[in-house]
């Protein structure tokens, strides 16, 4: 996030259809939508463009008075974070319920915020329901507006008002090129492995809710983050579950909000539990990740509670023991809880990018593959004499190689899994997955 984007805040009770309207102010399907109150507990971030300037969306958890459910409190905390970094507050109200003693409070609480306040009645569809909202007047405000998040009636003029108010500087051509070249970070893992905790400290402040119950984060969370002189895009994203444990809807979506955020990242940190270590749904994460052709950092979360009973090197060895096809990723030890370890995962995730985005100038690779075969030829497939020709990059992110044979179906997978550890002997390419195309020459 740079701060020459306009910040603004959309703040309800549960239930009221925040992220719905987050959804359609963004324009794509970002946040979980889900008639279940309390879906939405960390703050998300999604960007939007108005009048040629782009301002910051954020939908946070929904405001409750109640402490039955235990996450009351921490939610309050995300809701009082996000007003203090806001420009602009858009506090919305339910136009089928009516006013409720919770929009009260809000509205008490938001009269001690000193930033524009935009009271936004929602699923208002019709001229009839319209006619029937002058009970919200009691809150107030001068100016109420009624809009449908769901079929995106009213949103034009809300948005207009609200641009008019807190009208942003242009970005420099520059800023938007540099954005757009910040390299993307997610956190995945089974739940409670203390993802949210890393992201935490990673950012330095409790962006991410934490605590002990499995599941707490369901959405994907995007945050900005500025390490080593770089900016870096960080995304805390949900546990990932084995299918047979998806008991409800939601869980659901936060499964695949976890495969969409590693999809948009460029870099992947798996985080495990030290004390539980990498299982078969770690390797199915892996093997996630490595399909995607994303970078893989593996991060030994909770390291403090075993760290008298391995060493680092053996716990590495048990690693890739367990996760063999991850044998190419580096492994990082740290304790959230201690801030251990975070910078290192940093340092790790940038020096993966580099590798991810290296490219190997032809002559230079070709010098190489021909000492590969020299050192290891192809044996006879099929009564015939399997020759590689020449090999060159295709591209990078990731590095892509394709090797032009005579009879690129018969070179066998032992063969191509030779040259795949021969490419990462004399050029490295640590945590990157590497692909090898084979073409007929």
């Known amino acids: 996030m740079t701060r020459n984007q306009r910040v603004i805040s959309i703040v309800g009770r549960p239930n009221v259809g925040k992220s719905t309207f987050f959804n359609r102010v963004i324009g794509y399907r970002k946040a979980i939508t889900e008639d279940t109150p309390g879906v939405t507990r960390d703050r998300n971030y999604g960007t939007f463009e108005m009048s040629g300037r782009n301002y910051l969306l954020v939908d946070t958890g929904g405001f409750s008075s109640s402490q039955e459910d235990g996450f009351s409190k921490l939610i309050m905390r995300q809701i009082e974070a996000s007003l203090e970094e806001s420009d602009a507050v858009i506090f919305l109200l339910d136009g089928k ?69 807190i009208k942003g500087e242009e970005e420099e051509d520059e800023e938007v090129s540099s954005q757009s070249k910040m390299t993307r970070i997610a956190l995945v893992g089974k739940p409670n492995t203390g993802k949210s905790s890393v992201a935490n400290c990673m950012l330095g402040e409790e962006r991410m809710i934490v605590s002990d119950i499995p599941g707490t984060t369901r959405d994907s969370v995007d945050s900005g983050i500025l ?24 869980e659901e979506y936060s499964v695949s909000s976890a495969v969409r955020s590693i999809e948009r990242a460029d870099v992947v940190n798996l985080i495990i539990d030290a004390a539980e270590g990498p299982g078969h749904q770690e390797g199915s994460i892996t093997h996630l990740i490595i399909s995607r052709g994303k970078g893989l950092c593996i991060v030994i979360n909770k390291w403090d509670l075993v760290e008298g009973q391995f060493t680092r090197e053996k716990y590495r060895e048990m690693v890739y023991e367990r996760i063999p096809h991850a044998s190419f990723a580096p492994v990082v030890f740290s304790s959230a809880i201690l801030g251990t370890g975070i910078d290192d995962i940093l340092k790790l995730d940038l020096a993966v990018y580099e590798e991810l985005t290296r490219r190997i100038p032809t002559a230079q690779l070709n010098s190489a593959f021909a000492e590969f075969m020299t050192r290891h030829g192809i044996s006879y497939q099929k009564g015939k004499q399997v020759k590689i020709f020449y090999a060159s990059q295709a591209k990078a992110l990731p590095p892509t190689f394709v090797l032009f044979s005579n009879h690129p179906r018969l070179v066998p997978d032992h063969y191509r899994k030779y040259l795949e550890n021969s490419i990462r002997e004399q050029f490295g390419f640590m945590g990157a997955p590497i692909r090898l195309v084979l073409k007929r020459k």
């Open 97 to 165: 319920e009516g006013l409720m003693p919770a929009d009260r409070d809000i509205a008490r609480m938001l009269r001690k915020v000193h930033k524009p306040v935009f009271y936004v009645i929602n699923k208002v569809d019709s001229k009839k329901r319209e006619d029937a909202l002058v009970e919200f007047f009691e809150l107030g405000a001068d100016k109420f507006y009624s809009v449908s998040a769901e079929h995106g009636l009213g949103m034009g003029d809300l948005l207009d008002d609200i641009c008019a108010v």
């Open 227 to 250: 390490f080593d002189g770089k900016q870096l895009v960080l995304i805390d994203t949900a546990g990932l579950r084995k299918k047979g444990k998806i008991y409800e809807k939601v």
